[in-house]
């Protein structure tokens, strides 16, 4: 069997007291998508962090196509393809919209032998080749090239939500993180957020999605796992995950604004 | 609420849409480049046989004030360290040219590029001290650093002590000479520093440099290395106030640490820099000659000079928040670093 695209083995991370993430395992291939749910403070976004590089995790590994990268930081991680969104945006704010998805193509674009990354680079740009190209497609899909020359800084929330997805496809990443990207999307704008992710799936690129507009995670995602409190309570076919009763009671048992629109039990 | 209708694979396109021209500069930066070159022209042809010797070393001062305000441009205004210790750099800069040229016997001017490479050596091993502060410490720390250098200077044997060094490496050349030389020579170097500086932002570097500058975190998820960049721009950033500081001792034949080490070298940067208009090129120059203007025709008024210094600073700060030059730089760039796209 090969090597699944990402592995992480019993990760924890713990803040003081709080833990976050106690001995938390999956697997991702290349082309599939998984969706991460939880209630606020279940530890997603950590276990991106983790993933990504942002935070070294106190215990586990990571490992990209069976190399470890638990040490790397995040700047040798994008360089090996993984890429992420995050919840509250952080855009280049005195920047252009434009100069911020530059900066995504210009650098983690730039690994050796990365030209075969599907997705963001599915035009056939090079990995040394046409970073503008690659920047303008990334604001293609995520409909952003009518404000190119816009200071980031001056985008309203919707717009920071979309840069960020765009700043990490121009990087043509071969692992996608997102972090609760429809959240306020209208039910015109959200269809095409969920198209966005299952061709970028088709095309080879492995997505780990948070999200708590749940109709739409399960309409995409290929398997889905649920934390609670740091820990995996439930992964595996996503239907049958938010009916398990631990799911369900988690669910319910946590504050109002995290119940998903859709009941569990009643997938659309 | 009833779940929409989420399969309809609606609106990605199939195709990528052509990449449309992307500009970086136009006719602004035609027409501003040629003034300044012109500018550059005038003073290396034509000024020096108009004017006096005075004025030819003050000049070489303007210089030296547009290095220090282009470096510390690049460490602020690019990479987002906010730097009150620079004149340790200035310092080192001054000593080292005069140890190179009198003690060594190097020629002055190979003494001044060396100075700045000493200042670039230096700094790196001490970018591992200050690094590991961030924001107000980064700022009050490096200051305790230029301190620790002003200390270890008056310790060594040789340097002087507390009453500094005078610069002999020019005794028995013409005043003339000397002065001309100095006087070119800081031209270049200036010349050299400021367009050094804007092929760097220019770059692929200097994109990611802006990119650190604005949000660390976002720009190492996105494959910048941070902490190598922001150490790119703090040796470069302190080579030049050394290259500053090796031109200021040339110019004025002699270094004391009360005077080449004084926090004040960093006012005046920081100055420029607000003033003038910070993370554009430009911002510097302008700020550096209004700061030079201002200290030759306010020099007799003794410390009202800086009363009106910061009379200037409060006002731009509140009329111009982005600098003099700020107030021009979305229309008109002479030296481009950014990128807008023809739609």
């Known amino acids: 069997m090969t090597e699944p695209l990402l592995r992480v083995t019993g990760v924890a991370k713990r803040f003081g007291r709080v833990v976050t993430a106690r001995d938390v395992s999956f697997e991702l291939s290349a082309g599939e998508a998984l969706g991460l749910v939880g209630p606020n403070g279940?530890?997603?976004?950590?276990?991106?962090?983790?993933?990504?590089?942002?935070?070294?995790?106190?215990?586990?590994?990571?490992?990209?196509?069976?190399?470890?990268?638990?040490?790397?930081?995040?700047?040798?991680?994008?360089?090996?393809?993984?890429?992420?969104?995050?919840?509250?945006?952080?855009?280049?704010?005195?920047?252009?919209?434009?100069?911020?998805?530059?900066?995504?193509?210009?650098?983690?674009?730039?690994?050796?032998?990365?030209?075969?990354?599907?997705?963001?680079?599915?035009?056939?740009?090079?990995?040394?080749?046409?970073?503008?190209?690659?920047?303008?497609?990334?604001?293609?899909?995520?409909d952003l090239t009518g404000a190119a020359n816009t200071p980031s800084g001056s985008l309203r929330l919707l717009d920071r939500k979309r840069l960020e997805v765009a700043r990490a496809l121009a990087t043509g990443p071969r692992l996608l993180l997102l972090d609760e990207i429809a959240g306020g999307l209208t039910d015109r704008e959200l269809p095409q957020v969920v198209g966005l992710v299952r061709r970028l799936r088709d095309d080879g690129v492995a997505v780990v999605w948070i999200e708590h507009v749940l109709h739409a995670l399960l309409d995409v995602v290929d398997?889905?796992?649920?934390?609670?409190?740091?820990?995996?309570?439930?992964?595996?076919?996503?239907?049958?995950?938010?009916?398990?009763?631990?799911?369900?009671?988690?669910?319910?048992?946590?504050?109002?604004?995290?119940?998903?629109?859709?009941?569990?039990?009643?997938?659309? | 609420m009833s779940a929409p209708n989420t399969t309809a694979d609606a609106a990605v396109p199939a195709a990528p849409p052509a990449t449309p021209t992307v500009t970086r500069g136009g006719r602004g930066s035609v027409v501003g480049g040629g003034v300044l070159v012109l500018v550059v022209v005038l003073l290396a042809a034509v000024v020096p046989y108009v004017v006096t010797l005075g004025a030819l070393s003050s000049l070489v001062m303007l210089f030296a004030l547009v290095i220090l305000g282009t470096t510390w441009n690049l460490l602020a205004g690019y990479g987002g360290m906010v730097s009150v210790g620079q004149q340790a750099y200035v310092g080192v800069g001054g000593y080292a040219l005069i140890q190179l040229a009198d003690a060594v016997g190097a020629p002055p001017w190979a003494a001044v590029l060396a100075a700045g490479l000493v200042g670039a050596v230096l700094a790196l091993p001490t970018s591992y001290l200050v690094f590991r502060l961030a924001g107000g410490y980064f700022a009050i720390g490096t200051w305790v650093v230029a301190e620790v250098f002003r200390l270890v200077t008056m310790q060594i044997g040789g340097l002087g002590g507390g009453s500094g060094l005078s610069l002999s490496a020019f005794r028995g050349t013409d005043r003339v000479d000397r002065v001309a030389f100095v006087y070119w020579f800081a031209l270049a170097l200036m010349v050299a520093v400021v367009l050094g500086t804007y092929l760097l932002m220019r770059s692929r570097v200097g994109l990611g440099l802006t990119a650190i500058r604005d949000d660390r975190v976002a720009a190492s998820s996105l494959g910048v290395a941070v902490d190598r960049g922001r150490r790119i721009v703090y040796v470069a950033g302190s080579a030049g106030a050394a290259l500053a500081g090796a031109l200021i001792a040339?110019?004025?034949?002699?270094?004391?640490?009360?005077?080449?080490?004084?926090?004040?070298?960093?006012?005046?940067?920081?100055?420029?820099?607000?003033?003038?208009g910070i993370g554009t090129i430009e911002g510097p120059l302008v700020g550096a000659v209004l700061y030079w203007a201002l200290q030759q025709a306010l020099a007799p008024l003794g410390t009202w000079y800086l009363v009106v210094l910061g009379g200037v600073a409060v006002a731009v700060v509140l009329l111009a928040p982005r600098g003099l030059w700020g107030l021009v730089a979305g229309r008109f760039q002479i030296f481009p670093t950014t990128y807008r796209v023809r739609i």
Not at chain 1, 80 to 85: E, I, Y
Request: charged share 20%; net charge neutral.
């Open chain 1, 42 to 142: 279940a530890g997603k976004t950590t276990l991106l962090d983790v993933v990504a590089g942002t935070l070294r995790a106190d215990a586990g590994t990571v490992t990209l196509d069976g190399q470890d990268v638990t040490r790397l930081g995040a700047a040798a991680r994008a360089d090996r393809g993984v890429a992420r969104s995050y919840q509250v945006p952080r855009p280049f704010g005195r920047l252009t919209v434009f100069e911020n998805v530059l900066v995504g193509a210009s650098f983690a674009g730039r690994r050796p032998g990365g030209g075969g990354a599907p997705g963001g680079r599915a035009d056939g740009a090079g990995p040394a080749g046409d970073a503008r190209d690659r920047a303008w497609h990334a604001l293609a899909v995520t």
């Open chain 1, 223 to 268: 398997r889905l796992l649920c934390l609670a409190a740091g820990e995996v309570i439930a992964q595996g076919d996503p239907h049958e995950v938010i009916r398990s009763p631990q799911v369900v009671e988690v669910y319910l048992g946590s504050t109002v604004d995290s119940v998903p629109d859709s009941v569990p039990g009643e997938p659309a």
């Open chain 2, 250 to 276: 040339l110019s004025t034949l002699g270094v004391t640490p009360g005077s080449i080490y004084s926090v004040n070298w960093t006012a005046a940067m920081i100055f420029i820099v607000v003033v003038g």
